[in-house]
Structures are given as C-alpha cells and as structure tokens.
C-alpha cells in the first residue's frame, strides 16, 4: 500500500515509531498530486519545496528525540481564502490574484508550530460565494468519484484533495455550509465548529459573523486531532471564544448510552432522495445499537433560513469585499478619474456571483430596506436559535441530512437559486453559531458518496466526534475511496496503475 492511500493516523503511527520518514510521506503525496492533479483541478498554488523543507526539519526533531505533536510530518491543504505569509492567497478571485500576505492566519500559524507540511492552498468557489467550486476565477474543481460531476463548495478544492488523496487533512472554511456540504459531495468527514471556537485571524471574510474554519478528513478521529490543534482562544481575534479547546480525541470511545438523538423533520423525508433518507435511517439504527433513544424534532422557522442566510451573508459581503477597490492591495484597473478606476477595477475584478451577493447586499442594506429586510433577517435568526435551544431541552444532538440529493453535473445548476436551495439543510446551524458535522452514510447507487448530518449545542464539537466515529465504527468499513478508474472525457484516467 502506498503512504498516500493511509489515512492520518495511520500516517501518525508510522511517523511517531519512525517507521516511515516526514520526507517520504510528503513525497508520497507529491507524486499523487502530480499524477491526479491535472484530471481534479483541486489546488490554486503548490508549495512542493516548502512542504519537503518542513518535513526534513521534522525529521531532523524527532531523531532528536523532541516532542512532536501526533500530527507532525502529516501534510495538510489549506483553502485559498486563508492567510499565509510569502505565500499568495487568492481567494480564487482576480481581485487577489497576485496577492500575498506578509502574515499567518492563526491556524496556519498553528499548524507550522506543530509541524504539518502545508502542500499548497486549494481552489474555492470565488471568495466561498457558491456551492459548488464552478465560481471559482481559475477553473471549476472536479469530483474525484466522478469527474463530471462538482465537489460542492465553497470549499470544493480541499474536499476534492482528501478525497482524491492528494492530501490527508484539509482546512476549510463554512459559512452556510461550505464545509459539510463538500464533505457529503466526496465521501469526507467535515465539521463547522462552534462559531468563535476556531480564530478567524487570517481568514478573509465573506460574512463576518457566519463565517469559521473547518476541517476536512478521512475519519472522525482525524477530524478531532486537527480540530483540537487549531482551535482555542485568540486575543488577535474579537470574536474568539475564550474557552480553550478540549482534547477531543480523548473521549472519541465514550459510550453513547442514554445520548438522545432528534432527527429532524424538515433535513428528512419528502422532498429528499430516497437513498439520503435510507442513509439517515441507517445512521439512526446504528445509533440505536449503541445505546442512544432517538426521536423526532422540528425546526418550525427553519423554512426562512435560506432567506434570512442570504440577506444576511450579502449585506455582510457587501461591507466586507469594500475594501477591494485597487488602492491599498490587489488588482488595479486605471480609469480616468478615480471613480472610474473603482468601477473597472470591481468590474474586472469581480466574478459574476460575487457582483450578485454584493449587490443584493447593498442594497438590503439601504436606507429605505434596512427594516424591511436585514433587521427581519435578523429576527429570523433569533428564532432560529430559540428553536435549536427548545430542541436541546429534549435532545443531546440533531441529525438529519446534509444534502437533499447527491453531488450534481458540472453546469447542471445555471439558475442560481436552484443551487441555493441545495444548502437548505445546512444554513440553519450556521445561523444559530451552532457546531456540525457531516459524515459519510454510505454510496448512492449512482456510485456517488452521500452525507448525514449531526448538530450539537454551542461547544459540545467532543460529543459530534464521538457520535460519528461510533457510526465509523457501527459501519466497520475503512473509509471509502474513489473508483480506481475516473470517467474522463475521450477516455478514463487508470488509476489502478498508479497504485
């Protein structure tokens, strides 16, 4: 077996028993990006010779005898809308094309502290306004199940390199959804953390207060060793949270006895594909033969979270993406006058769906809109948050569906609003600041992954990794791989020898 078809921990154990080398894995991972790359279009820029030096210092650590962190030499991609310093971060948008922070978001500073080789940074749907990887500037990122069809989005490109092994762990970003989504699309397990649990330091915002970074990975396991390097207070960051974060593998084997589980009527049943409702029913057998009661729940406002989600997002973005008017950074359109040179500049620089959410912000933003449409939106929210918090008074955690159908055809969704509503099940919690996570529920007979869903209260991301990690084990499967052989245009792309 080859080192890039193992997952991170197994990656761990070897490197931790000095079994395998820092320098062999990255390698690994490079060959696999070199081969599978031009076929997933998962990554914006590569840090070949970055990620090799790293590895060799961890190398050079460990036969030292220092203390590593269990992750150090397993590499790790980042979505492109985090920070790195010397190292261009695009946002997979023209306005930041050749752009290069002179610092580290928090995470990545996290990251190089405990020694993870950063392969390079991932393609996105433009400044994550999308669903599907298709709005990116550069190019639309492929599904490694089936390469006609999307990752999901926006983080699509670090969805697409865990799952097409091109990377063992991935950082991304979720606002409405823009982590668990992608998860279900590929086969991957992907957590939105609380929001304020993981600093936004570094991380350039879409919506301010919806937007936190996540992690894709294989298995609930991996997911909470990532998440628990990266999370915890940050003075740098206002909106922070100052409880530092648990040792959320510790309890990844606790029972589930007498958990309480909610399946939630509105992410199940009529309007869903069959086969995501015969995942959910699974998942909640499973659950049950582990000891947990399950029951049903309802969301009563969750029908007005699309609505609320894009007022609020787009006014958010449209006070947000100001700043990109080619005066201090980014992309600089001349003009005749300065006025002028804002106009080409946004214009040019700006992809269609971003003008879209801007606009649509700006204008719910208005005097004369203001009260009739983003303090409604506001409103809505509130009684979102009062409908999980009367939903928890009978239930420890929430599960439904992540998606209602499985990933969909590259150029499939030309209206906008259809792909819009393909993220209904997820906008909810990312309204109410609550924790989620989605995890595999098995292979649609279309061959294609699909995703289950799992909320918990504000901070209890511990409880959302043991309750995944016992379906892992409940499934007894390792996790699922693409096929060997991809649909190609004019042919396939044989995996098997790449083997």
């Not at 390698?27 to 031009?38: M, Q, T």
């Not at 990975?217 to 998440?227: F, K, N, S, V, Y």
């Not at 995703?451 to 016992?470: N, S, W």
Request: proline residues 6%; contains cysteine.
């Amino acid at each position: 077996m080859k080192l890039y078809e193992l997952t991170a921990a197994a990656l761990s154990r070897l490197l931790q028993n000095m079994e395998v080398s820092a320098m062999e894995v990255v390698k690994s991972f490079l060959d696999r990006i070199a081969a599978v790359e031009p076929y997933i279009k998962a990554f914006v820029t590569l840090t070949p010779a970055e990620a090799l030096q790293e590895a060799r210092a961890v190398d050079l650590k460990r036969a030292r005898g220092e203390a590593l962190h269990p992750l150090a030499g397993v590499p790790v991609a980042l979505k492109d809308c985090i920070c790195t310093a010397g190292l261009r971060t695009t946002c997979s948008s023209r306005v930041l094309e050749n752009f290069i922070p002179p610092y580290d978001a928090t995470v990545v500073a996290k990251l190089k502290k405990a020694g993870l080789p950063i392969l390079g940074k991932t393609n996105m749907d433009e400044f994550s306004m999308g669903s599907s990887t298709e709005y990116s500037a550069f190019f639309p990122t492929r599904n490694p199940w089936n390469l006609e069809r999307v990752p999901g989005g926006s983080s699509g490109g670090s969805a697409a390199a865990v799952a097409a092994r091109m990377a063992p762990l991935a950082l991304g970003s979720d606002t409405g959804g823009s982590v668990r989504q992608p998860a279900a699309f590929c086969g991957l397990t992907g957590i939105r953390p609380t929001y304020g649990r993981v600093s936004r330091f570094g991380l350039i915002a879409y919506a301010s207060s919806l937007d936190q970074i996540g992690t894709l990975t294989l298995t609930a396991a991996e997911g909470a060793l990532l998440l628990g390097l990266i999370a915890g207070h940050d003075p740098l960051d206002s909106t922070s949270l100052p409880q530092e974060a648990p040792h959320y593998a510790a309890s990844l084997e606790d029972s589930l006895k007498g958990l309480r589980v909610g399946v939630i009527a509105e992410n199940y049943g009529a309007g869903f594909d069959p086969e995501i409702n015969a995942a959910v029913e699974n998942a909640v057998n499973l659950l049950k033969e582990r000891g947990a009661s399950v029951g049903e729940v309802s969301l009563p406002h969750s029908g007005y979270a699309l609505a609320a989600y894009c007022l609020i997002s787009s006014a958010e973005a449209s006070s947000n993406l100001a700043r990109f008017d080619g005066v201090r950074y980014g992309l600089r359109v001349g003009g005749e006058n300065i006025a002028d040179m804002f106009s080409r500049t946004r214009g040019e620089g700006f992809g269609p769906e971003v003008k879209r959410r801007m606009m649509i912000g700006t204008y719910a933003l208005g005097a004369g809109s203001c009260d009739a449409l983003y303090q409604q939106a506001l409103k809505v929210r509130t009684l979102l948050r009062r409908d999980f918090a009367s939903a928890f008074k009978d239930f420890d955690l929430l599960m439904g569906a992540t998606t209602s159908a499985p990933a969909y055809k590259i150029g499939e969704k030309k209206d906008p609003l259809q792909m819009y509503l393909g993220d209904t099940c997820t906008l909810s919690d990312a309204l109410a600041g609550l924790p989620s996570i989605s995890v595999p529920g098995g292979l649609h007979s279309c061959g294609l992954p699909v995703g289950v869903q799992l909320t918990a209260p504000p901070l209890q991301e511990g409880l959302l990794f043991r309750a995944a990690h016992a379906l892992e084990e409940a499934r007894g499967d390792a996790p699922a791989c693409p096929p060997l052989d991809l649909p190609l245009e004019g042919g396939c792309l044989e995996w098997n020898l790449r083997l």
